[in-house]
């Protein structure tokens, strides 16, 4: 416990102290986010962010932590995320390059023994082992969280505390499990490492709220939704229970569902899925009269009630957390759609979003 603690409070200090560091350092290389119509800040800003948390978070972790086989492969993981964002932040990669860069570090994850090796029957204790299906599914996990975490980085402090807020939760969730079942060394790494990550984030948000002096950058928001994916499976992928493996998914119920509310708002506006647009939630929160502020801390308000139906889930029977997560879903669909991010109200609101570009350009 007292080497636990001690690894948390060096992750959030050494992100006290790195982060300014890491900004001079933006500057420098030429790491810089330039506002744009379709960008919220109105200045230049370093955006290297994502530097400082792995940093703060590799260091506390070796210097406190047994690197298992496990571990060590969520550091490299991690680490060519992190270069891959810093290219991309410093010179810019193509969307496909990117996920092909996201691929190779899930496949470096999977060569340390980290996948998930079977799926669950909702409704009875039965498991299908996956076999050679586990790696496309492990890989297709972790872009899509990867990539979920990255595109909700659009207001200052955002994506960070949601990665945050989300590993706390899946420490609180895999405690709980290998609490009850024993817990496998693997399981109680993912734990502690997810309270390490969320440390070296909250020290990070000091500059990274709104006001924000200093962005996550693709380096950032990547590596935040790599982390918290692969430490989901460390933890909770070979649980005994369908609930494990919904668990997760219900942890980062923002970023996917707003991944997910984005792919068909694009597809039915006959854009390309990579094309950026102002319809995430975040931007439809701004739009019907949010501050900046508001904004951030409504979500954050978001994801602490899903964060703790997470928790709910994990001490209830099975058959009540499919209701509970049936009841769940259902609000909120229902939400996303009243604020117009899903549905026809969304696509409405793409397509003039669209059209107003397009005669933008026309003029230019």
């Not at 669909?333 to 397009?358: C, F």
Request: hydrophobic share 55%.
């Amino acid at each position: 416990m007292q080497i636990m603690v001690t690894a948390v409070l060096l992750a959030f200090v050494l992100a006290l102290l790195v982060t300014p560091m890491i900004r001079k350092l933006a500057f420098k290389c030429g790491a810089l986010d330039c506002p744009n119509h379709r960008k919220i800040h109105k200045q230049v800003m370093p955006r290297l962010g994502g530097l400082a948390i792995f940093i703060s978070f590799v260091v506390a972790v070796a210097l406190t932590r047994e690197i298992t086989l496990q571990t060590a492969g969520l550091l490299l993981g991690g680490a060519l995320i992190v270069l891959l964002g810093y290219i991309d932040d410093t010179k810019g990669v193509s969307p496909w390059v990117k996920l092909g860069g996201q691929v190779v570090a899930a496949c470096v994850v999977i060569s340390f023994g980290l996948k998930v090796e079977f799926l669950t029957n909702p409704f009875s204790s039965e498991s299908l082992a996956l076999g050679i299906l586990s790696i496309p599914v492990t890989i297709l996990w972790i872009i899509s969280v990867t990539n979920a975490v990255n595109l909700i980085d659009g207001l200052d402090g955002l994506a960070g505390g949601t990665a945050g807020i989300a590993s706390l939760t899946l420490a609180a969730v895999v405690w709980i499990e290998a609490s009850r079942t024993g817990g496998t060394q693997g399981q109680w790494d993912a734990a502690v490492l997810a309270l390490v990550l969320a440390a070296a984030i909250i020290g990070f948000l000091r500059y990274n709220f709104f006001p924000a002096r200093i962005f996550l950058g693709d380096s950032g928001s990547m590596y935040l939704g790599f982390s918290v994916a692969t430490l989901a499976i460390m933890g909770l992928a070979k649980g005994a229970t369908y609930v494990s493996i919904i668990i997760p998914v219900v942890i980062l119920g923002i970023p996917i569902l707003d991944t997910v509310f984005a792919i068909v708002r694009r597809y039915q506006g006959h854009k390309p899925i990579f094309q950026p647009d102002k319809e995430h939630l975040h931007h439809r929160l701004l739009q019907i009269g949010l501050s900046h502020r508001q904004a951030v801390v409504s979500l954050y308000g978001v994801n602490v009630v899903l964060g703790i139906s997470a928790i709910a889930m994990t001490l209830i029977p099975p058959k009540q957390a499919m209701i509970f997560l049936l009841v769940l879903s259902t609000v909120i669909l229902a939400l996303a759609n009243r604020i117009g991010i899903a549905g026809a109200r969304g696509k409405a609101t793409y397509l003039s979003q669209t059209n107003k570009e397009k005669q933008r350009s026309s003029r230019m």
